[in-house]
Antibody, heavy 118, light 108 residues
Framework: QVQLVESGGGSVKPGGSLRLSCAAS????????MSWIRQAPGKGLEWVSY????????YYADSVKGRFTVSRDNARNSLFLQMNGLRAEDTAVYYC????????????WGQGTLVTVS | EIVLTQSPGALSLSPGERATLSCRAS???????LAWYQQKLGQAPRLLIY???SRATDIPDRFSGSGSGTDFTLTISRLEPEDFAVYYC?????????FGQGTKVEIK
């Protein structure tokens, strides 16, 4: 079955860095577009970043542009989010999710990893 | 950026009742790229509806989506105990993708 497992979360000081990973299984990872979405404690969902199946097309939310970098390794069925210059407002659970292609919804989500900036 | 506004913020209903959730977009560019997700406490969101009205895999037919232009609706025809959760709408037609702020459906 489809599985997305995030890791790499933790506690970091403002200005610090973290690298999140998302391990995919149960489907052909290289066929799917992937996204990162975050949810601050007790708040709603905020889309963070999107990467096409080949990695050639990438989008970021304005709130993270210039600080976060998304990448993928299709040979290792893995998605990454390098987060630099972290701020208190980046504190959230970070989810990875997949979409069949552009203009398609997020049909499977991982369980998330918590990032705390304090 | 397309802003999605959900109403009401919370809905108190009893099992067996009908729930009607609204999602209004700030622009009509959403077209048919509108989805609904369900999130239970401590869990990841789950896709319920996409393309305004198509049910995702294994979603029961008591969930239905409708709407056009800037006004969209999620209807749960008869609430089951497992349906009490937070529901989010999302537009995925233009970057940045955006979510509504959520509607909490709680037991009365």
């Amino acid at each position: 079955q489809v599985q997305l497992v995030e890791s790499g979360g933790g506690s970091v000081k403002p200005g610090g860095s973290l690298r999140l990973s998302c391990a995919a299984s149960g489907f052909t990872f290289s066929d799917y577009y992937m996204s990162w979405i975050r949810q601050a404690p007790g708040k709603g969902l905020e889309w963070v970043s999107y990467i096409s199946s080949s990695g050639n097309t990438i989008y970021y939310a304005d709130s993270v542009k210039g600080r976060f970098t998304v990448s993928r390794d299709n040979a290792r069925n893995s998605l990454f989010l390098q987060m630099n210059g972290l701020r208190a407002e980046d504190t959230a659970v970070y989810y990875c999710a997949r979409a069949v292609r552009w203009l398609q919804p997020l049909d499977y989500w991982g369980q998330g990893t918590l990032v705390t900036v304090s | 950026e397309i802003v999605l506004t959900q109403s009401p913020g919370a809905l108190s209903l009893s099992p067996g009742e009908r729930a009607t959730l609204s999602c209004r977009a700030s622009q009509s560019d959403v077209s048919t790229y509108l989805a609904w997700y369900q999130q239970k406490l401590g869990q990841a969101p789950r896709l319920l509806i996409y393309g305004v009205s198509s049910r995702a895999t294994d979603i029961p037919d008591r969930f239905s989506g409708s709407g056009s232009g800037t006004d969209f609706t999620l209807t749960i025809s008869r609430l089951e105990p497992e349906d009490f959760a937070v529901y989010y709408c999302q537009q995925y037609g233009s970057s940045p993708w955006t979510f509504g702020q959520g509607t909490k459906v709680e037991i009365k």
